[in-house]
């Protein structure tokens, strides 16, 4: 049994950082010519706490700077203009991507639209209320107001 530490997520094994045991074998012909792991060793062990220290800190302050974000967003309203017919009912629905160009246009900075969540579709002329998630654990809600194109 060989002493390892992982240098990416290994399916079954462990995520990144994680020392693990196991079969030389594996270790040798499978971990190491990939550049998954290397072995545990005084010196993999400190460069592998100072990585995990600085991704620590990396994910803290992307968690806050996603925290100020989101007060940002929650208090925002965006407009999106869409062909309609008399009655209100819009002849597409309202895409992800349309939200974030709106984002954009209200001096947001660009979001990946897989972030934003439509719970229920847009169709109508009207506010809906969408779901923005800028980090794990941390969303906003956004007000979209839907108007007939002219």
């Known amino acids: ?3 390892m530490i992982l240098k990416k ?3 079954n094994l462990g995520n990144e950082g994680d020392m693990v045991t196991v079969k030389e074998g594996y270790a040798r012909n499978y971990l190491l010519p990939r550049k998954l ?3 545990a060793g005084e010196g993999a062990l400190k460069v592998v706490a100072q990585e995990k220290r600085g991704r620590e800190a990396r ?5 806050t700077d996603a925290r100020v974000l989101a007060e ?3 208090g925002a309203n965006v407009t999106v203009t869409k062909r309609a017919d008399e009655d209100g009912t819009l002849y597409g629905a309202v895409t992800t991507a349309e939200i ?9 900075p660009k979001f990946n639209p897989d972030s934003v ?5 847009i169709k109508k002329v009207g506010d809906h209320a ?3 998630v800028l980090a794990k654990g941390i969303a906003a809600q956004l007000k979209v107001a839907v108007q007939a194109a002219v």
């Open 72 to 74: 940002k967003v929650s």
């Open 117 to 121: 969540h439509i719970h229920v579709p």
């Open 9 to 11: 997520y290994v399916p």
């Open 100 to 108: 974030v160009h709106a984002l954009l246009g209200a001096g947001f």
């Open 1 to 3: 049994m060989q002493k």
């Open 59 to 63: 994910i803290l302050k992307e968690q």
């Open 130 to 132: 969408v779901e923005v």
């Open 37 to 39: 792991a290397v072995p």
